[in-house]
């Protein structure tokens, strides 16, 4: 919940500025609801993509304060967030409900970014693992190959959201090796070397390139470092190396 519509074009003028020079690299913003209009004819005619941060799964209904996935695509959205840990931890979403999610994206021609990712609490119990597997199986319950080479990825250690605290790569690369090989058993291993893994978790122009060094490690989720424009594009320069 960042950036007025004034301020997210703003970001964005400056992210086009610089972004020309950078082939070879996919590059996706999600603003707020309220700046999805703007940002996307900002964009228009570059080869930045536009996501939302959240959606509903019922096409439109009583439903107060929620976006369909509809009402994303009029907008041309071609992504959308979904399990974000934050809405997880904050608005009680569920795997069901985000498994739900996932499959209204996927009619509605939307590329899911799928959320996952342990607590602290959760990681020094020695039960990242089990919480990770538990989270990709149930939301991506019921999606076949097909439709799972659409879907990004993204491991996002709760831990390591908005404190500062980053997974060492070493710690990053474990995770997303369980995530691939984990789509491997629902599907097969082209699919899931197909499936791009992002991660999420204090990314910084610092420590970004030793992260998307890492073999499964594919992008990175970024939040803060996002809402400045030298800091991101440093982040996105750190990809092409």
Request: proline residues 2%; charged residues 20%.
């Amino acid at each position: 919940m960042n950036k007025t519509v004034a301020e997210a074009v703003a970001l964005i003028q400056e992210i086009k500025r610089d972004i020309a020079a950078c082939k070879g690299v996919d590059v996706v913003v999600c603003p707020p609801f309220t700046a999805l209009q703007a940002v996307g004819t900002a964009i228009a005619g570059t080869a930045i993509g536009l996501g939302a941060q959240n959606m509903y799964w019922e096409k439109s209904g009583a439903f107060t304060g929620e976006v369909s996935a509809e009402m994303l695509r009029e907008l041309y959205c071609h992504y959308v967030i979904i399990g974000h840990s934050e809405r997880r931890s904050l608005f009680g979403e569920t795997d069901a409900g985000v498994n739900r999610k996932v499959k209204t994206a996927l009619a509605s021609n939307l590329r899911p970014i799928v959320c996952v990712g342990e607590t602290l609490e959760q990681r020094k119990a020695g039960q990242t693992e089990a919480v990770v597997k538990t989270q990709v199986q149930q939301g991506l319950e019921g999606i076949g190959s097909d439709d799972l080479n659409t879907i990004i990825m993204a491991y996002e250690p709760v831990w390591a959201i908005g404190t500062g605290l980053t997974a060492t790569p070493a710690q990053a690369q474990e995770v997303h090796q369980l995530i691939r090989g984990l789509l491997k058993e629902m599907a097969d291993d082209k699919t899931a070397q197909a499936v791009r893994i992002q991660y999420g978790g204090s990314v910084k122009a610092a420590n970004a390139q030793e992260l998307f060094s890492q073999p499964d490690i594919d992008g990175g989720l970024i939040g803060g470092a996002s809402l400045d424009a030298a800091s991101f594009m440093a982040i996105i320069k750190a990809a092409l190396c």
